[in-house]
Every structure is written in C-alpha cells, then in structure tokens.
C-alpha cells in the first residue's frame, strides 16, 4: 500500500530533550516535506526537500533541523524543544518535478506536546 | 492581505443542500490550484485539482477564475460525511513547488 509513516505518532516531552520525528514513504517520491499546524495559523511548512541531500528551509524552521540521506526518509530533528513547538506535525511527500501531479501525500500526523 | 484566504465559517446545512465555498488568492502568476479535506485531526487529503476550464467529480464542481483571482468549490447533495475542513491550496510560480494554504473552511451537515 502507498503511503507516508510517522512515528511516533504521539509524543510528551521536556523541555530541551532531544527528539526525533521519522517519516518514511514508499512511493519513490523525490519531493518531501514537514509542516506543522496550528489553531488559527493554518498549515506551515517547515523545510522541504527535492531530493536526496537537497534540504531547504520553509517559513518556520528555527529550531528544527532535517536531513535527507536516503530518497524514502526525511526525518525531523529538535535538537532542544520548546513550549512553542507544542504543535500537530505532518510530513508529506510528492512525486516532484518529475511527476505529473502535485498532489501531496501526508502522514498521519504526530502530536507532540513539549512541556 | 493573506496569500490565500478563505471564510473559516463554520457553514452549517442540512443533509441534501447545496453549498459553495470561495478562495481568494493574492499572487496573479499562481500556477496550480487545490481542494483539500481534512477531517478533525486527521492529515489533508487531496480532494480536487482545479483546472482552469473547472471540473466535476460527482457530487463535486471545482472552478478556477483567474481575472478575479479565486477558486470554488460547489458541493451538491451534501452528505452527514461532507463534514470536515475543506482546504484551498494554492502554488506558486517557481520551482521550489511551494504550496501556500489557506486556513480551511469548517463545514458541518447536519441531519
């Protein structure tokens, strides 16, 4: 089956401990992405990646990093959460320019809450 | 102004009617155009393309118009399962592919 995974898919942390959020797609897509989203601010994109080691930041990426070693993985790293990163995270991937169609697959998302 | 800007609502209609939603997008070179679902905590999920000759996919009609700059969504026959947040995507020219959301718009049918 086609699709995007995320793990976890729930999470309560502390303050400045280090997190990883995987994701993992099996469609041979070259475009990914994060993004989180917000009561009130809507879906935010916080990097992206058009192929493998190719990374670039979104509009919110302080204090997130990625990295993009292998094409099915793209995970998202807090190095040091905080409060304000307290948010519903998607990843989502798409075949790129390569493709036909822009169509973004999302993962199921993980909610993370950072106290 | 927003890039993309939608009315949040919540629309609220009865089993069997019609209802409309807009999206007004800012950028005049915006490229491609999208309806997204997203139920409650749930991941959006592509609903529709919008092409500029607009488009149908049963009970659901897409249009695209670019002299006014804004996209529509016309949903006929609505169902309890309509329910949801109904996203407007839009991307802009370039090759970053970056897609610009909109807030969503609330939809409830009620029976």
């Known amino acids: 089956e086609a699709q995007v995974t995320q793990n976890p898919r729930y999470l309560i942390t502390v303050t400045g401990k280090k997190l990883t959020v995987t994701c993992s797609q099996n469609m041979n897509h070259e475009y990914m992405s994060w993004y989180r989203q917000d009561p009130g601010l809507g879906l935010r994109q916080i990097y992206y990646s058009m192929n493998v080691e190719v990374t670039d930041k979104g509009d919110v990426p302080e204090g997130y990093k990625v990295s993009r070693k292998e094409k099915r993985n793209f995970p998202l790293i807090l190095e040091s959460p905080s409060p304000n990163q307290t948010s519903l995270y998607f990843c989502?991937?798409?075949?790129?320019?390569?493709?036909?169609?822009?169509?973004?697959?999302f993962g199921p998302g993980t909610r993370l809450t950072v106290l | 102004r927003k890039e993309v800007e939608q009315d949040p609502g919540p629309f609220n209609v009865p089993e069997g009617a019609t209802v409309a939603f807009n999206c007004t997008y800012s950028?005049?070179?915006?490229?491609?155009f999208f309806w997204y679902r997203q139920d409650c905590r749930k991941e959006p999920k592509l609903l529709m393309s919008v092409y500029s000759s607009g488009n149908e996919d049963g009970r659901f009609t897409a249009q695209l118009n670019r002299a006014s700059q804004y996209i529509s969504l016309l949903i006929r026959d609505s169902k309890l399962s309509d329910s949801a947040t109904y996203l407007c995507?839009?991307?802009?020219?370039?090759?970053?592919?970056?897609?610009?959301w909109g807030l969503g718009t609330s939809l409830a049918v009620n029976p």
């Open positions: 950028n005049s070179a915006s490229q491609s």
């Open positions: 989502a991937s798409s075949p790129g320019l390569a493709g036909r169609t822009d169509t973004q697959y």
């Open positions: 995507v839009v991307r802009n020219a370039g090759n970053n592919r970056k897609l610009i």
